[in-house]
């Protein structure tokens, strides 16, 4: 016999809601603002701009590190008087062309990857053998093929980008659930409709990891070969820029051309990849 | 073999005919038969079940009525057109929660799958997927992305959605299955008012003997390693007659499990991997 049997039942009334003091309240003003990644990465930069300044302020030193504040204002002198932004164009126009062709030829790559099993191995295969190769290694024998125009960089790039895209792209593929294939063929839908609906989506996390990646190689890739490729056709872009100013020893300007490809790429990052991530990936509960 | 009493509905055309199917898959190591010359006849506003332990082929057998699998011998027939591929005939209903495309909302999740097939487009299929959302009470939901849903809503909008594309037979695998006991209960009453209001045809996987008797009027019990037909049966009529449906419990647990008490406790323990 248990000896807890004869204890007796109760029942209870639920207590009346002002009795629980706070149940659900605002959060104050200030946690709502540091909430906000924006305001805690411009925090960061303000700070690494201060130790940047302090330090070249005890260097004192303008040939060998200039001062945050020259620097911008090189920056600056060379954006509305100089020909930064003549170079600075030049060079997003090959990149973005060089880009986009890796992205194009990756997924078509990956479509055949997913599609067909020897498109699996020659996918694996290639990525293989060249994902390793540096895009600058190829770029004397892209300039013998290409000659010295932007056909040369643009095949550097898309070497640097293809591959990183790809093999992101794929591994997504292939990550997608197996609910998720059945529901899409359940649809009828099949080849190029079934990757664009089902696959492409569900993968998208990884295809975008692929893209910023890929959008990192491109630019390391490209502002390498400008300083070893320097000019063509008369306008050379932001590597040759720097390279230029190191020659005449303007280093305040070296800094600023530096500074132009990091403020790009924090601009492209928190405007464009983080924006595209936040309206799907993050809406969709794919990614936290 | 398959020695079915004619059915009471005999006398329409079946919708679903399968004879004598065998399934086999492979695994890394090994060919596994899943199922060996199965047949039964689904009419039009069955709610069929197929019940048995695991590893009796029932959720391949579902998956080869979706099309996803060719059986290696025997023959399966929708209105008396071979079964070659998946097709939105058939809609499935998937145990996993993720069965919802993430990247669409509620309402646009029942939307794709009516225009991506072209059965519906503008108006008519928004019109059809809020009817049919509105049936399983998530009209407040319409704009959720299914991430901020709990199991058994998303399992709802799944039905929903195979529900509104008024298919020729729903196919259910274990619907409730990851469901917590209570909302399962709850989801299992719906069904049937679902069922009450639109007299679908659904062949329903289990492996709860009380849910089979629950949802189906009719009941395929297999065996396991390889499936085989053990009995087909029907189900009681009266839900509320509590005393017919434990008998009836009764009798299906002793069919399924009195052959094998040599080995206790090996069959729902298994789940499969």
Same mark, same amino acid.
């Given at each position: ?38 305001? #805690? !990465? ?14 070249? #302020? ?34 997003? !126009? ?90 899409? !063929? ?10 664009? !609906? ?91 | ?10 006398? /329409? ?8 199917? %065998? ?5 890394? &190591? ?10 039964? %006849? ?17 959720? /391949? ?23 070659? @591929? ?38 008519? &299929?928004?019109?059809?997927? @809020? ?46 299955? &990851? ?18 209001? /639109? ?45 017919? &449906?434990?008998?009836?419990? @009764? ?23």
């Amino acid at each position: 016999m248990l000896a807890g049997a004869s204890r007796p039942e109760w029942v209870r009334e639920d207590a009346m809601s002002e009795d629980f003091g706070v149940v659900e309240k605002p959060i104050t003003w200030w946690e709502r603002v540091w909430n906000n990644g924006a305001v #805690r !990465k411009a925090v960061i930069l303000i700070l690494l701009a201060l130790a940047w300044e302090i330090y070249a #302020r005890r260097v004192n030193n303008a040939l060998t590190f200039p001062t945050f504040s020259s620097t911008v204002e090189a920056l600056w002198d060379g954006a509305v008087h100089g020909n930064l932004l003549t170079r600075l164009l030049f060079s997003l !126009k090959v990149l973005l062309m060089g880009y986009g062709l890796g992205i194009a030829l990756a997924a078509l790559l990956s479509t055949l990857a997913i599609s067909f099993r020897l498109g699996n191995d020659l996918l694996e295969t290639l990525t293989a053998m060249f994902s390793p190769l540096p895009a600058i290694a190829l770029l004397p024998l892209s300039l013998i093929w290409f000659g010295l125009g932007n056909g040369s960089l643009v095949f550097v790039l898309v070497h640097s980008v293809l591959w990183p895209v790809a093999l992101n792209t794929h591994s997504g593929f292939r990550a997608v659930s197996n609910t998720l294939r059945m529901v899409g !063929k359940n649809y009828g839908l099949r080849g190029f409709g079934y990757v664009a !609906k089902i696959l492409i989506p569900a993968a998208f996390p990884n295809i975008l990891s692929g893209l910023k990646i890929g959008w990192a190689f491109a630019w390391r890739t490209l502002i390498a070969a400008e300083l070893i490729f320097g000019v063509s056709s008369g306008t050379g872009g932001l590597g040759w820029y720097i390279l230029e100013n190191k020659t005449q020893l303007e280093i305040a300007n070296v800094f600023a051309g530096l500074l132009t490809v990091i403020l790009i790429g924090l601009v492209v990052e928190n405007g464009v990849f983080r924006v595209i991530e936040q309206r799907t990936v993050r809406r969709w509960g794919m990614q936290a | 073999m398959n020695a079915a009493p004619p059915s009471p509905t005999a006398v /329409t055309e079946p919708l679903l005919d399968v004879r004598g199917v %065998t399934l086999q898959y492979k695994t890394k &190591a090994h060919l596994v038969t899943a199922t060996y010359r199965v047949s039964f %006849t689904v009419y039009p506003g069955d709610r069929f079940v197929l019940l048995g332990p695991s590893g009796c082929g029932k959720s /391949t057998l579902l998956k080869a009525v979706g099309g996803y699998l060719t059986p290696i011998e025997g023959e399966m027939r929708l209105k008396g057109r071979p079964i070659l @591929r998946p097709g939105s005939d058939r809609m499935m209903v998937f145990q996993e929660f993720d069965q919802l495309l993430p990247w669409k909302t509620v309402l646009e999740n029942v939307l794709f799958a009516l225009t991506s097939t072209g059965r519906l487009r503008g108006a008519a &299929a928004l019109d059809r997927a @809020r009817a049919y959302l509105d049936k399983v009470n998530l009209g407040k939901f319409l704009h959720s992305y299914p991430h901020t849903l709990s199991g058994g809503m998303k399992q709802r909008v799944a039905i929903a959605r195979g529900m509104a594309m008024e298919p020729d037979i729903l196919l259910m695998d274990e619907p409730f299955a &990851a469901l917590d006991a209570l909302t399962r209960r709850k989801m299992q009453d719906e069904l049937l008012r679902l069922w009450d209001e /639109t007299r679908f045809t659904v062949l329903f996987v289990t492996h709860g003997i009380d849910e089979a008797v629950k949802i189906g009027n009719r009941i395929l019990l297999l065996s396991p390693h390889p499936g085989q037909v053990k009995a087909e049966l029907n189900s009681v009529v009266d839900l509320t007659d509590s005393g017919a &449906a434990a008998k009836l419990e @009764r009798r299906i647990h002793d069919m399924l499990f009195n052959d094998r008490v040599e080995s206790p406790g090996n069959s729902e323990a298994i789940s499969h991997a």
